[in-house]
């Protein structure tokens, strides 16, 4: 099944800083990576998404890099606002056989933003 | 616009007693449904997939079942709560697999 690392863990930045956060992969067939923002005692926000067939997709102060070679997707916040602060996961679905279509998530990065 | 409803929003339980969770979706046909666990607000785990009403995959050997009655109906279910059941709940639907899961405003289990 697909192998998802996320990294950092717990990332903290002042407020108008730039986030950055990273994910791999494992399974070299994938090609749908979203990303989810989870607000303390809520469900999952989808916020953004990238298909393998395009490198970059932005969303006004969000984006999102994909790298196939290298296995890895990246969420970029510019400017970021203490309301950005929330718990980030990233995903991508497996391929083959019984994990065809299910997402796997990473473990998820915590993100404050100071004013 | 498509809406997910989960319910309760929050509940404790003593262990070996019964739970029952449900999941329904508006605004949608024939969704792909999805049970999840979350543990210390971090890390989803996948625990029941459905395609179609009756059509469940268990992902994880558990203390816990899932049925879809109807086609926008999930319900998470178990005979007797253990304590490692506590974790917060989340049901999620998607169109197409892979493709974009949504998710509901979850339930938070605390089994004492």
């Known amino acids: 099944g697909e192998n998802v690392e996320q990294h950092p863990s717990t990332l903290s930045v002042q407020e108008g800083d730039s986030a950055v956060i990273k994910c791999t992969y494992s399974?070299?067939?994938?090609?749908?990576f979203p990303w989810y923002k989870q607000e303390l005692g809520k469900g999952p926000q989808l916020i953004i998404d990238?298909?393998?067939?395009?490198g970059e997709k932005k969303d006004q102060r969000i984006a999102v890099t994909l790298n196939k070679t290298a296995k890895h997707f990246s969420l970029h916040i510019t400017e970021t606002q203490p309301e950005d602060s929330a718990v980030y996961f990233c995903?991508?679905?497996?391929?083959?056989?019984?994990?065809?279509?299910?997402?796997?998530f990473g473990q998820g990065t915590i993100l404050t933003v100071h004013p | 616009s498509q809406t997910i409803h989960q319910w309760p929003a929050t509940l404790v339980q003593p262990v070996g007693s019964p739970l029952s969770l449900e999941c329904t979706v508006e605004?949608?046909?024939?969704?792909?449904l999805y049970w999840y666990r979350q543990a210390a607000g971090r890390g989803l785990q996948l625990l029941f997939y459905?395609?179609?009403?009756?059509?469940i995959s268990s992902e994880v050997p558990q203390n816990l079942s899932a049925s879809r009655p109807q086609d926008r109906q999930f319900i998470l279910s178990s005979k007797k709560l253990l304590l490692s059941d506590s974790g917060f709940y989340l049901c999620?639907?998607?169109?197409?697999?892979?493709?974009?899961?949504?998710f509901g405003p979850g339930t938070r289990l605390t089994v004492t």
């Open positions: 399974d070299s067939a994938s090609n749908y």
């Open positions: 990238i298909r393998s067939n395009v």
């Open positions: 459905s395609v179609g009403i009756g059509q």
């Open positions: 995903a991508a679905p497996g391929t083959g056989g019984t994990s065809y279509g299910k997402l796997t």
């Open positions: 999620a639907w998607s169109v197409a697999a892979p493709g974009e899961q949504y």
């Open positions: 605004g949608t046909s024939n969704p792909n």
